[in-house]
């Protein structure tokens, strides 16, 4: 919801799509999420034709925007991709977050 806040141009789906790169990224740089199946992941995002990447945002205030989201938790700033197909809702350092998402800012 925060990308889409900021660029409404971004349809929900491809915001999620986007989102689930971010956490990948997130979960890769704190060692929990499993590196051949994050690739994997980002493999079937881009090959459905998801962006990846997106201009004309910046990282503070699209994690700004994500703390304000009415589906956001206190704390939690990604959901992280683990093993195979699990997900667990971790406390992100702010840097770590902010880096996932620059990543994902051009």
Same mark, same amino acid.
């Given at each position: 919801?925060?990308?889409?806040?900021?660029?409404?141009?971004?349809?929900?789906?491809?915001?999620?799509?986007?989102?689930?790169?971010?956490?990948?990224?997130? $979960?890769? !740089?704190?060692? #929990?999420?499993?590196? %051949?199946?994050?690739?994997?992941?980002?493999?079937?995002? *881009? +090959?459905?034709?998801?962006?990846?990447?997106?201009?004309?945002?910046?990282?503070?205030?699209?994690?700004?925007?994500?703390?304000?989201?009415?589906?956001?938790?206190? $704390?939690? !700033?990604?959901? #992280?991709?683990?093993? %195979?197909?699990?997900?667990?809702?971790?406390?992100?350092? *702010? +840097?770590?977050?902010?880096?996932?998402?620059?990543?994902?800012?051009?």
């Amino acid at each position: 919801h925060a990308l889409e806040a900021l660029r409404p141009d971004i349809l929900h789906g491809e915001a999620v799509a986007w989102g689930m790169a971010r956490a990948l990224d997130a $979960g890769l !740089e704190l060692g #929990l999420s499993d590196p %051949e199946a994050a690739a994997e992941a980002r493999s079937l995002i *881009e +090959a459905y034709g998801f962006e990846t990447s997106y201009s004309g945002i910046e990282p503070e205030a699209l994690l700004a925007a994500m703390r304000r989201d009415k589906k956001g938790l206190p $704390g939690a !700033e990604a959901v #992280l991709y683990k093993e %195979e197909c699990s997900v667990a809702l971790v406390e992100t350092p *702010e +840097a770590v977050a902010l880096r996932a998402l620059e990543k994902g800012l051009r």
